[in-house]
């Protein structure tokens, strides 16, 4: 079982940055690919980063790309996600989550294929 949890999120203006973390307890995410979506009430959750086990591969959402970075910290068992330039429609819960990964430079959007999430965090950003 792996645990994580979520934090870093908050109420900001727009143009500024927040940096999410998400702690791992249980296990060591070294043998998972992780990601980051985020969800709005209504609306389906959607993917937004991801990172291979290796951490030599990401892949981002087109809305986030060049604004978002995310990046591991093994030796921590920790994964992050730099947010900056945020935007209004970035307001949304945030949750990270694990994928069991064989592949070491693998990432995935497929939400069903993730099989450990947090909690989330709350993200809102006024304009």
């Known amino acids: 079982q792996v645990q994580l949890v979520e934090s870093g999120g908050g109420l900001v203006q727009a143009g500024d940055s927040l940096r999410l973390s998400c702690a791992a307890s249980?296990?060591?995410?070294?043998?998972?690919?992780m990601g980051w979506f985020r969800q709005d009430p209504g609306k389906e959750r959607e993917f937004v980063a991801a990172i291979s086990r290796s951490g030599g591969n990401t892949d981002y959402a087109d809305s986030v790309k060049g604004r978002f970075t995310i990046s591991r910290d093994t030796a921590k068992n920790t994964v992050f996600l730099q947010m900056n330039d945020l935007k209004p429609e970035d307001t949304a819960v945030y949750y990270c989550?694990?994928?069991?990964?064989?592949?070491?430079?693998?990432?995935?959007?497929?939400?069903?294929?993730?099989?450990?999430w947090g909690q989330g965090t709350q993200v809102t950003v006024s304009s």
């Open positions: 989550a694990a994928s069991p990964a064989i592949m070491y430079s693998s990432t995935t959007r497929i939400t069903d294929r993730y099989n450990y």
């Open positions: 249980g296990r060591t995410l070294s043998s998972y690919a």
